[in-house]
T-cell receptor, first 109, second 114 residues
Framework: DVKVTQSSRYLVKRTGEKVFLECVQD?????MFWYRQDPGLGLRLIYF???????EKGDIPEGYSVSREKKERFSLILESASTNQTSMYLC????????FGSGTRLTVV | QQQVKQSPQSLIVQKGGISIINCAYE??????FPWYQQFPGKGPALLIA?????SEKKEGRFTISFNKSAKQFSLHIMDSQPGDSATYFC?????????????FGKGTLLTVNP
């Protein structure tokens, strides 16, 4: 089975900090995605990548950036964390269907 | 613009009953419609998916019904069990190309009472 691993289950960060969320997949998939999940809003796409060093903005990219230096790793970066970025962040990789990680619950205080 | 509208937001069903969740889409270019199931503390997992060349797909107790003219699709869970209690998301995408990004509905919290 494809495994998508997110490095942290829970994170608490202070407003203004630079935050890195890491995601690793083990199946050589080209496509990787970052979503945030908020109650009542579903999953909203932040950024995605279809190859190493390639990235595209999703629906809500403001305040975020990404890095994909190696095929298996896709990082989400919050340049200056704000309280409205408190959320559950989900990484996914895709071959035929999406495989999601277990999520990182980020709290910005 | 919400491209995939999902209803209801929450649903309570008795054990053995039928759970029905509906989705409507706007973009006629969508040609792949999956449903995801998410348990607390876990990421969403693919449950079942359909393409618009068929009107129905069944896998065990789970069935997708698809109405292309109405731009609607629904998930039916037959003989619902307490273990089916989860959040369900419909989604849609345009296949082909290298992007293949999914647009999700807002989710339905299903509770199956014993």
């Amino acid at each position: 089975d494809v495994k998508v691993t997110q490095s942290s289950r829970y994170l608490v960060k202070r407003t203004g900090e630079k935050v890195f969320l890491e995601c690793v997949q083990d199946m050589d998939h080209e496509n990787m995605f970052w979503y945030r999940q908020d109650p009542g809003l579903g999953l909203r796409l932040i950024y995605f990548s279809y190859d190493v060093k390639m990235k595209e903005k999703g629906d809500i990219p403001e305040g975020y950036s990404v890095s994909r230096e190696k095929k298996e790793r896709f990082s989400l970066i919050l340049e200056s964390a704000s309280t409205n970025q408190t959320s559950m962040y989900l990484c996914a990789s895709r071959n035929y269907g999406y495989t999601f990680g277990s999520g990182t619950r980020l709290t910005v205080v | 613009q919400q491209q995939v509208k999902q209803s209801p937001q929450s649903l309570i069903v008795q054990k053995g009953g039928i759970s029905i969740i509906n989705c409507a889409y706007e973009n006629t270019a969508f040609d792949y419609f999956p449903w995801y199931q998410q348990f607390p503390g876990k990421g969403p997992a693919l449950l079942i998916a359909i393409r618009p060349d068929v009107s129905e797909k069944k896998e065990g107790r789970f069935t997708i019904s698809f109405n292309k003219s109405a731009k609607q699709f629904s998930l039916h869970i037959m003989d619902s069990q307490p273990g089916d209690s989860a959040t369900y998301f419909c989604a849609a995408s345009i296949s082909g190309g290298s992007n293949y990004k999914l647009t999700f509905g807002k989710g339905t919290l299903l509770t199956v009472n014993p």
